[in-house]
């Protein structure tokens, strides 16, 4: 059974910082591209951020130089450090496992930037 499960969201005021976890289970993790991705209320869910097998990151043009997106195969763990957070980073936060036909998704985490 294939599990994400994010952690570290929270209310924190604009300016701050916030460290979002994502533990994998069920998969082969260094096989698989990991990323995050995050919806606002009302809005679609976009992508944040992503890393490959070899390490290689993309990130959102929003979060760029602020976000930075790192993985730890030996703990099947993702994480995203965000600095400099703003209110436009209001969303819930969700964890996703690609490769090939499989695609999982975490339950999500809410972030909260107040002005």
């Known amino acids: 059974q294939v599990q994400l499960v994010e952690s570290g969201g929270g209310l924190v005021p604009a300016g701050g910082s916030l460290r979002l976890s994502c533990a994998a289970s069920?998969?082969?993790?260094?096989?698989?591209?990991m990323g995050w991705y995050r919806q606002a209320p009302g809005k679609q869910r976009e992508l944040v951020a992503n890393?490959?097998?070899?390490?290689?990151?993309s990130y959102a043009d929003s979060v760029k130089d602020r976000f930075t997106i790192s993985k730890d195969n030996a703990e099947n763990t993702i994480y995203l450090q965000m600095n400099s957070l703003k209110p436009e980073d209001t969303a819930v936060y969700y964890c996703n496992a690609r490769r090939w036909f499989n695609n999982y998704w975490g339950q999500g985490t809410q972030v909260t930037v107040s002005s």
């Open positions: 069920g998969i082969s993790f260094s096989n698989y591209v």
């Open positions: 890393i490959n097998p070899g390490g290689t990151t």
